[in-house]
C-alpha cells in the first residue's frame, strides 16, 4: 500500500508518499481503507521529534480515520461496513488496522472527510470535559485556542451542553469564527490577559498551553472549578500556587487520550458516541474544516499547522 | 456561657476561659451544650493568625465536638438528643449554634469524647478520598502524616476501603503506630525520599504538606493518579511539571472543608455517615486519642500540636 513516510528526523517537510507493507492484523482489529485521514497537532509534533510514538503503535502518522472495512478480522463486523476510526497512528496510509473498540459509526449525514475530521477532537473533549471534569448547564466554561481543531469542537459542545462559553485566540479574524460558532466571551489574548476578565468565574477549562498559562488559568477558577490541561504549546514546568487553589478548591488535570491502553480508549469511544453522535446528527455540533489535501500533500498540511494559517481542521483525501 | 478567648493578637499562649454571651440561634440551627471539643491543627493557624474565620463564622475556636441539644430551634430534633457536630467555629465553649445538616448521630459505642474527636477529620478525609479522589479497592494510598489526627484516621479508613496504605511520618514511633493502624509502607521522611520508594506507584495521595512535596507528589503519583492536598505546612508555591502529569493523566485538587457553605457541608455529613459510620460502629476505625484535657487548658492543647509531640488527636472536655 501507499502511505507516508518520513525520510529525514525531525524534518517535516521530508514526508513521501512511498509503497510500505500493509498492515497485518491482531486478533481483535479489522483492516481499514482509508478515505480520509484528520490531521493533528501531535503529527506535527511526532515529525519534529517531539511526541515519541507509544510502544507497539505504527510508525505512520495519523491519530483519526473515516474509511470501509476491507478485512473484518476475527470480528463479527461486515467487510464494506463505512466506520469512523479513533487510531493509536497510521491513518495516513491507504490502509490501517484497528481494534474493534475504536470503530464508530459514521455520523448521520457526514461525508468521510467530515467524519475523519472529527473522531479526535470528539473523543479527546468529551473525555476531558464531559467525563472528567463534568461540565454543567449554566458554568462558564473556558476554551484556549478557540478556532483550532480542538477549539472549534469544544465551543460548539459547550453551548449544546448548555454552558456559557469564553475563547481565547491571537486574531480578530480567529475571534469571529468563535462567535459564530456561539462563544459568548471573545479574548484576543494578544491584547488582553484572560485572567483578568474571567477572574474567580470559570468552571471548566480546557487548556492547550501549559506552563505559561498555569498561574493564570488557576486566577480564573471558580470556587470548585476544574481545568484540564492536554497541550503544552506554552512549557512543561510552571508555578503553582497551592494556596489559592486551595481556597477555591480546585482541581488541576492533564491527561492524554494516545497512551491509553484499548479498554480505556475503547470505554471513551463508546461514551463519544453516545454523548456526541446526537448533538452531530441533528447539527447541534458541526464540522469546521478549514480545508482538504490530497494525501501525498501531509507535510503541506503540517506546515499549515506550523504557520499557525488554519481555522478548525485540516482533512487528508486518499 | 463561658468560652475560650484569645486576649492577644498572634499569641496562641494567651488563651483564657471568659463569660461570653450564649449563642442565639438561626432558622435551621439547634443550641448544642457541649460536653467535649476536638482539637485541629487549624485551631494552631487560627490563633498563630494564619487562619482567618470564614465571614459570619463565630470567633471562638474550634470545628468539632459532641454533647446534647439543649435547644431545637425551629428544628424537628429533641431537646436532651445527643449529637456529634461539624462546626465552622465555636466549639471551645459550654453552647455553640448548629446548622442542622451538620448534626451527626454519635457512632454506636461511642463516648462524647470519642464522637468529638472523629467529626472533622472523618468527614475531611471521606469527602477527599472517598468522594473527590474516588479510592478504590486494590489501590495504593499514600497519607503524609500518618501519625497526625487526619493521618491515624485515613490510614484505618484507607485499610477498610482494601487499600494498600503508605504513610510517611517523622520518628520510629509514630511509624509504629502508623502500622499498628494497619500501614502497608512506612517511610520515616528524615531517612528516605518517599517519592523514591514510591514511584509511579501511589493511586491516591493525601497530602497535608503542599509546596515542599509537590514534586515528589507528582513522581510518585501512578497513571491516573490523584493527589488532593488538603494542608500547606510545606509552603504554598511549588513547581509543577505539567508534563510529567500529562504523561501519567494526574490529577490534583486542593480543598477546604471549613469555607464550603451550609449545603454543601450537609451533603458531606450525610456522606460520611453512610460511608463512615458503620466503619466506626464495627470497629474497622477506631478513635486513637492521645490524650484530654479540660477546656480551660486549650492553650496547652495548641502548645503540645505546635511541638509535634501528639500521635492522633486531642480531646477538650466541657
Ligand atoms: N492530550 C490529548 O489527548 C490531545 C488530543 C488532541 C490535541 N491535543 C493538543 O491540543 C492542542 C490543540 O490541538 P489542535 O489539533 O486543536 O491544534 P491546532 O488546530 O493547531 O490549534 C491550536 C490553537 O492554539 C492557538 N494558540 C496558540 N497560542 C495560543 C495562546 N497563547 N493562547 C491561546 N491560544 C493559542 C492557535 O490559535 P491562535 O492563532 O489564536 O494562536 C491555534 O488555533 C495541541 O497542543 C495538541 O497537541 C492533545
Ligand atoms: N483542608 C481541610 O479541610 C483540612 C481539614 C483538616 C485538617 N487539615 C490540615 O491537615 C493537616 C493535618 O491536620 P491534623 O489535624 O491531622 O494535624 P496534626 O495532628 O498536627 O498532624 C500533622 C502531622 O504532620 C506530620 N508532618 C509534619 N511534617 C511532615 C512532613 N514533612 N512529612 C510528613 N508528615 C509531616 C506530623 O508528624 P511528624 O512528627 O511525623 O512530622 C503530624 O503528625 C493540617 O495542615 C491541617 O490544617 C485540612
Not at 482509508?34 to 507509544?54: H, I, S
Not at 469571529?176 to 479574548?187: E, K, V
Request: glycine content about 12%; aromatic content about 4%.
Amino acid at each position: 500500500m501507499k502511505a507516508i513516510v518520513q525520510t529525514e528526523e525531525k524534518n517535516t517537510a521530508s514526508l513521501e508518499l512511498q509503497d510500505v507493507p500493509t498492515p497485518t492484523l491482531k486478533p481483535g482489529e479489522v483492516l481499514v481503507e482509508v478515505k480520509a485521514a484528520g490531521v493533528n497537532r501531535a503529527d506535527l509534533l511526532q515529525t519534529q521529534g517531539n511526541y515519541p510514538v507509544p510502544p507497539g503503535a505504527s510508525e505512520i502518522l495519523g491519530l483519526e480515520c473515516a474509511g470501509v472495512i476491507a478485512d473484518p478480522g476475527d470480528t463479527d463486523r461486515q467487510k464494506g461496513e463505512e466506520v469512523a476510526c479513533l487510531l493509536t497512528g497510521g491513518g495516513y496510509a491507504e490502509f490501517v488496522a484497528v481494534p474493534e473498540g475504536q470503530l464508530m459509526p459514521i455520523p448521520e449525514g457526514f461525508s468521510f472527510v467530515e467524519a475523519a475530521s472529527i473522531v479526535e477532537v470528539a473523543c479527546t473533549v468529551w473525555s476531558n470535559i464531559g467525563m472528567l471534569a463534568g461540565l454543567k448547564e449554566g458554568q462558564t466554561f473556558l476554551v484556549h485556542g478557540g478556532a483550532g481543531g480542538i477549539g472549534t469542537f469544544a465551543v460548539q459542545m459547550g453551548k449544546a451542553m448548555g454552558a456559557k462559553v469564553a475563547v481565547t485566540t491571537g486574531s480578530p479574524e480567529k475571534l469571529a469564527t468563535c462567535q459564530q460558532l456561539g462563544a459568548d466571551i471573545l479574548i484576543n489574548y494578544r491584547e488582553e490577559d484572560f485572567a483578568e476578565v474571567l477572574k474567580n468565574k470559570v468552571d471548566v477549562i480546557l487548556d492547550i498551553i501549559g506552563a505559561k498559562y498555569l498561574g493564570q488559568n488557576v486566577k480564573a477558577l471558580a470556587k470548585d472549578g476544574h481545568m484540564v490541561t492536554i497541550g503544552l504549546q506554552g512549557g512543561v514546568k510552571g508555578e503553582l500556587n497551592l494556596g489559592l487553589l486551595l481556597a477555591k478548591r480546585g482541581t488541576i488535570s492533564a491527561t492524554a487520550l494516545r497512551g491509553r491502553d484499548d479498554a480505556d480508549k475503547a470505554r471513551i469511544v463508546a461514551a463519544t458516541i453516545e454523548a456526541i453522535w446526537p448533538m452531530l446528527a441533528d447539527g447541534r455540533i458541526t464540522p469546521h474544516i478549514d480545508h482538504t489535501l490530497p494525501l501525498a500533500d501531509a507535510a503541506k498540511a503540517l506546515k499549515a499547522l506550523e504557520d499557525g494559517t488554519v481555522t478548525g481542521k485540516l482533512v487528508l483525501e486518499v
